[in-house]
């Protein structure tokens, strides 16, 4: 997600995602949707996860990458869709993804590993409206067995977005 309409816009996450889906497609995987999913509103984050967890059947690796705004409220990592606007924490909900969403997609599905590719370590889009239960980058996560999760910096921190077309992590 590069595109968003309420917050500022990110220079490379939609090239990030490019890249990743044309490596990992290189690599023999199979993408949902056929490509990589751009600039998704609320309501198609939340059907390209859920068609994400039913894609998993019968595979061995399943892998999700997500770049874009992240942030963390109360230990609670969201995935920031571009057309979230909250004006208050308990809009969350209703507005962006809980990262633990893919995580409860993943369960029970038979894949021999997971990997959770998080490139949303940024600084807070929504510091300037008063959000004081937000903390810097995203928090960590506990990964259930054979789930990896990998973060653009360590949890609590902001990554950097980086001067070229890509971001350092996804470079």
Known sequence: ?????????????????????????GLGFTLVGGGAQLNLSRAQLAQAVQD???A???ADVGLFYYSGHGLQVQGVNWLVPIDANPNRPQDLDFQMVDADLVLR???GT?????????????????ASRGFRALQGGLAEM????GTLISYATQPGNVAADGA?????YTT
């Open 110 to 126: 038979g894949t021999r590993l997971n990997l959770v590719l998080l490139d949303a370590c940024r600084n807070n889009p929504f």
């Open 164 to 168: 070229g077309a890509n971001s350092p």
């Open 105 to 107: 997609q993943m369960e």
């Open 52 to 54: 994400f967890g039913h």
């Open 1 to 25: 997600n590069s595109a968003y309409r309420s917050v500022d816009r990110l220079a490379n996450s939609a090239n990030d995602a490019r890249l990743i889906a044309t490596t990992l497609q």
């Open 56 to 58: 998993l059947a019968g």
């Open 142 to 145: 506990r990964a259930p067995e």
